[in-house]
């Protein structure tokens, strides 16, 4: 597609439920992150990708956070036992590759809600 | 470690006047530097990056950003505000050769009429 899409645009769900939210890049991206953006908040990075291995996990927040990358494309970060402060919009970004010029296109978002 | 500090957490500018958004930045070496902007419901986007020659950067919708090493300072700056231009800011940060990117906590942009 012409830019970074991401799936669902807004997920409410309830606290203890597992969510799964979805990242296409652009096409060609060999690098994708993740990052969380709570309300009044910075980006916090959670994770990146260069194809489908993530040398770098050190932003994920507990081990309830997991992520992965298949086919060098798509990306899905899953939510297991979901807390009310997992409540937050996450951002999913690609760029060429990364370590190169880290320009990096963002999609729009999920807003999760956990209730 | 790198770090980005944008000492403003909401700044308010008049239609037509001039506007200048900070950021400070902590990192070893000569970093990639960039800033984005964020408008309500969007997607972060690209306004202008610093990867290495002029340290006077030009960016899209008439904004620009001046690297200074002395000051480990990337500040964005816009001679005339509009409407349009209200809206979250983030400068960040990129290690050279490595992967990740800091990102600031924002400045939060109002314009008054």
Not at chain 2, 13 to 35: D, I, K, Q
């Amino acid at each position: 597609g012409a830019g970074v899409s991401q799936s669902p645009s807004n997920k409410v769900t309830e606290k203890g439920k597992d969510v799964e939210l979805r990242c296409d890049p652009i096409s060609g991206h060999t690098a994708l992150y993740w990052y969380r953006q709570s309300l009044g908040q910075g980006l916090e990075f959670l994770i990146y990708f260069q194809g489908n291995s993530a040398p770098d996990k050190s932003g994920l927040p507990s081990d309830r956070f997991s992520a992965e990358r298949t086919g060098g494309s798509v990306s899905t970060l899953t939510i297991q036992r979901t807390q009310q402060e997992d409540s937050a919009v996450y951002l999913c970004a690609s760029s060429l590759a990364a370590g190169e010029t880290n320009e990096q296109f963002f999609g729009p978002g999920t807003r999760l809600t956990v209730l | 470690a790198q770090s980005v500090t944008q000492p403003d957490i909401h700044i308010t500018v008049s239609e037509g006047a001039s506007l200048e958004l900070r950021c400070n930045y902590s990192y070893g070496a000569t970093p990639y530097l960039f800033w984005y902007v964020q408008s309500p419901g969007q997607g972060l986007q690209l306004l202008l990056k610093y990867f290495s020659g002029d340290t006077l950067v030009q960016g899209i919708k008439g904004f620009e950003a001046e690297f200074k090493r002395s000051q480990s300072s990337f500040n964005l700056r816009k001679p005339s505000v509009h409407w349009s231009d209200a809206a979250e800011y983030f400068c960040a940060v990129g290690a050279r050769g490595g992967f990740k990117t800091i990102f600031g906590a924002g400045t939060r942009l109002f314009v008054k009429a």
